[in-house]
T-cell receptor
């Protein structure tokens, strides 16, 4: 009964390959996110979806493409992987934005991507 | 300007002592939320505590409390009676009420609890 789950937990692959990371939340939240955490532990938002619609799309290479088949899922597909893509990728979710009470964001366990 | 600033890259505290982790924020939105997360060496991000900008009282959750000083725009995390299991990275974050869904994270503070 994990709230936010990601698969796989570890992903090791060669440069140039295409890979996907899946994320699912069973909290009934409307908003989902993808973050990248680099080796210095800095968390950078990549994408945010609200009810399957893209809300935030930070400056990330277009090799990264999020896909939200429904509001409980937000998958991340990465084409032509590069060495610099090695990082931990976190999926997260939160309830829809409410002006007077911004809601807590809950994170998945993370996916450690290593590009060789 | 940085939305969230954590000025302490690393902190040490003796077991059973209290420790304060600093966080300042920058926003012109009157409605916002402040959050603290813990990331142990195992890597998961654990939500600890939340403070809303309209909340009159400082938030508390067990041994965690948030020292919210609105005029100073600070939201320091206080951990009382530190335990060895508190050793982790701690991230301060903010979500603005009127600016979309984005959460802003600080650079984190690494806390080490010494036996």
């Amino acid at each position: 009964d994990t709230a936010v789950s990601q698969t796989p937990k570890y992903l090791v692959t060669q440069m140039g390959n295409d890979k996907s990371i899946k994320c699912e939340q069973n909290l009934g939240h409307d908003t989902m996110y993808w973050y990248k955490q680099d080796s210095k532990k800095f968390l950078k938002i990549m994408f945010s979806y609200n009810n399957k619609e893209l809300i935030i799309n930070e400056t990330v290479p277009n090799r990264f493409s999020p896909k939200s088949p429904d509001k409980a899922h937000l998958n991340l597909h990465i084409n032509s992987l590069e060495l610099g893509d090695s990082a931990v990728y976190f999926c997260a979710s939160s309830q829809a934005l409410r002006v007077f009470k911004p809601d807590t964001q809950y994170f998945g366990p993370g996916t450690r991507l290593t590009v060789l | 300007a940085q939305k969230i600033t954590q000025t302490q890259p690393g902190m040490f505290v003796q077991e059973k002592e209290a420790v304060t982790l600093d966080c300042t924020y920058d926003t012109s939105d009157p409605s916002y939320g402040l959050f603290w997360y813990k990331q142990p060496s195992s890597g998961e991000m654990i939500f600890l505590i939340y403070q809303g900008s309209y909340d009159q009282q400082n938030a508390t959750e067990g041994r965690y409390s948030l020292n919210f000083q609105k005029a100073r725009k600070s939201a320091n995390l206080v951990i009382s009676a530190s335990q060895l299991g508190d050793s982790a990275m701690y991230f301060c974050a903010m979500r603005e009420g009127g600016a979309g869904n984005q959460f802003y994270f600080g650079t984190g503070t690494s806390l080490t609890v010494i036996p």
